[in-house]
């Protein structure tokens, strides 16, 4: 999702089975969508000193339309503490763009880093009263719902208040919550083999 810098997401996401349906009930809440394409490549240490998060380096290629047409082409480096809390993911984000994706993967390699799991991700994107959207079918997983507040805090009740934020939107689009899914994208592919 899109910010700069340091941020607490936090979040959830849902399985979905019809994508289209889903996409015309977010978007009589919340106009037109932007679509996405993000291609991401993970980036690990071979040491495991602490110096890179377990999650790896995360380098987005990430192409964007507006409601308009409009195209932006945005390379993202990121990398994150993460945790899951009753169900919901509160993740420490650290995040900046570069002008020259190539240059800084082969930075990455100098540092000692090697490229490892690939994911990529389409679909569109809304803004909702402070909540991020997206409905994203991820390759080789398929599709999802994805709800997401940035806040200033990881404390109990900050994650509590959008937690409930977010559940509330979740039944108001007409997902129950035994679609909700705990476990990370990387994870889920990993364990496909991909």
Request: aromatic letters at 8%; zero cysteines; a negative charge.
């Amino acid at each position: 999702m899109l910010h700069l810098g340091m941020a607490i997401e936090i979040e959830l996401k849902a399985w979905v089975e019809e994508p289209q349906a889903l996409k015309e009930v977010i978007t009589s809440l919340a106009r037109a969508p932007a679509s996405f394409d993000k291609e991401d490549a993970y980036w690990y240490s071979q040491e495991s000193r602490g110096l890179v998060p377990i999650s790896g380096v995360r380098i987005r290629n990430e192409r964007d339309t507006d409601p308009q047409g409009t195209i932006a082409h945005t390379t993202w480096v990121t990398y994150k503490t993460k945790e899951v809390r009753n169900r919901i993911e509160v993740n420490d984000e650290q995040e900046f763009t570069v002008s020259d994706g190539k240059t800084f993967e082969e930075l990455l390699k100098r540092l000692g880093l090697k490229q490892g799991m690939r994911k990529h991700k389409q679909g569109w994107t809304w803004v909702y009263e402070g909540i991020t959207v997206e409905l994203a079918h991820i390759e080789g997983l398929g599709w999802f719902v994805e709800m997401e507040i940035l806040a200033d805090d990881n404390q109990a009740a900050t994650v509590t208040a959008a937690r409930t934020r977010l559940l509330g939107f979740l039944h108001r689009i007409g997902i129950g919550e035994d679609k909700i899914e705990t476990r990370y994208y990387t994870e889920m592919l990993r364990s496909r083999g991909m």
